[in-house]
């Protein structure tokens, strides 16, 4: 499934920006790069020649721009380049507003857009698709069923359960189950107030197979935009209530909040209940958002915008859920799934999915010895984790001692001795 692409626009108009944006925003991609051709400063804004001669008609006009080549097949093969007078004007803008790069587009253009994606059905979430997204993970039916409704409804999830049995992987691994691409501004408008969305940290541009090079794929629609994968975008500890804000970062200009850089996609909230900011805090700013789909934003003018929320929020927790919020709070994330630890079956599966995962012979007998020789006595809870950390822990003292790459008992008794707290601490002291 594929989104349709935002038409390329063929006038000022089609933009949805003011002619004065234009203007700043060419002037200052001029006086950054010294000398550009006609096309070159187009391809830079984004947009088609047609859009930005106006702007460099003005800027002639009051002598801020000269030609200094080009071509004599028209405007577009021309070098442009500022005067003094012209380098004056964006040093004027550059304090105004520090913004430059491909033209932004309008707060209205980019609320319809997201809107059409909402109406789009982008979730494939059949019993099928569920256990296609989740096959790398050895997760129960019952865990399946639950997390299919809530990933159709596209709604928020809560998972939690005890540390260590995947809740994060889980919560993340929901993106697959996400048809289509999205579209992703690099920046919106806001009367001349500038917001930063796209964020190569967070979103996977689309890229052409048919070149090696990897190279963005061009598409035929507005270049403002760039086509990516749906974003997953991971926040733990570190959530602060300002994340979820516009951040001010130079005159004019702003990045845009975690869950605005989601738009279209998952934001998983690790850790939840760990972040310096309160629960009841954090789940007080999701109430309104989670509900109505729309989030309110505020500049540092003052003005509130409206912006869409198509965001599936995903809490994961290793904390009782009613030591976070009150029933109220909880009722408002609707779905919630626990991610058990696993049984001894289970536990058994892991390990040897992971071992074939890595090119290890897949010895199920050896599972069961690690869980009777060295879990069991040791009285530790099964957890997903385990079997992972335990084999790695093993080929690394296997590296170290000079041994063939292959698991034994001995090695894997070994990282157990490394892997786990002892019991027998007596001489420890205190605190």
């Known amino acids: 499934m594929t989104t349709i692409a935002p038409h ?55 002598r801020q721009c000269e030609i200094t080549g080009g071509a004599t097949i028209g405007a577009l093969s021309y070098q442009y380049r500022l005067t003094d007078a012209g380098r004056t004007r964006a040093n004027l803008f550059l304090e105004h507003n520090r913004y430059v790069g491909p033209l932004p587009v309008s707060l209205a253009q980019y609320t319809a857009y997201v809107r059409q994606l909402a109406a789009q059905n982008r979730v494939n979430a059949t019993r099928e698709s569920v256990a296609g ?10 865990v399946f069923d639950q997390l299919g409704p809530a990933i159709a409804a596209r709604h928020s999830l809560f998972v939690y359960g005890p540390a260590g049995n995947g809740k994060t992987v889980i919560a993340q691994a929901t993106r697959n189950l996400l048809a289509g691409d999205v579209m992703v501004p690099h920046a919106v408008d806001v009367e001349g107030q500038i917001i930063r969305v796209f964020d190569p940290v967070n ?6 197979a048919a070149h090696d090079n990897g190279i963005e794929r061009r598409v035929d629609g507005d270049a403002r935009w760039v086509r990516c994968r749906p974003p997953l975008v991971t926040v733990g500890g ?29 934001l998983v909230i690790d850790d939840f209940g760990r972040q310096q900011a309160s629960p009841r805090a954090l789940l007080n700013r999701w109430i309104v958002p989670l509900e109505t789909r729309v989030d309110h934003l505020r500049l540092q003018t003052g003005q509130k915008i409206e912006v869409p929320f198509l965001v599936f929020v995903v809490f994961a927790t290793n904390l009782k859920p009613a030591d976070l919020a009150d029933e109220a709070f909880l009722r408002r994330i609707q779905y919630k799934v626990r991610a058990d630890s696993p049984t001894p079956a289970e536990f058994v599966d892991i390990f040897v999915n992971y071992c074939r995962d890595h090119d290890l012979p897949a010895d199920r007998e050896l599972a069961r010895e690690v869980i009777e020789h ?12 385990q079997p992972r950390d335990l084999i790695e822990h093993a080929l690394s003292l296997a590296s170290y001692l000079g041994a063939p790459r292959a698991l034994t008992p001995e090695l894997l008794s070994a990282a157990c001795d490394t892997y786990f707290v002892s019991d027998h601490d007596e001489e420890l002291e205190t605190v």
């Open 374 to 385: 060295d879990l069991r006595p040791r009285r530790v809870p099964l957890r997903g984790c």
């Open 8 to 62: 390329a626009p063929r006038t000022l108009e089609e933009t949805g920006l003011s002619f004065d944006l234009v203007l700043q925003v060419a002037t200052k991609t001029l006086f950054f790069a010294g000398e550009l051709r006609g096309v070159e400063l187009a391809e830079r804004l984004g947009v088609g020649f047609q859009v930005v001669e106006p702007a460099l008609e003005q800027l002639r006009r009051e």
């Open 203 to 208: 979103h996977e541009p689309i890229v052409d």
């Open 238 to 266: 570190e959530l602060t209530l300002d994340s979820l804000e516009l951040s001010a970062t130079a005159p004019g200009l702003y990045q845009a909040p975690v869950q605005m850089v989601a738009t279209g996609g998952v």
């Open 133 to 142: 997204a989740f096959r790398h993970l050895v997760i129960s039916r019952r």
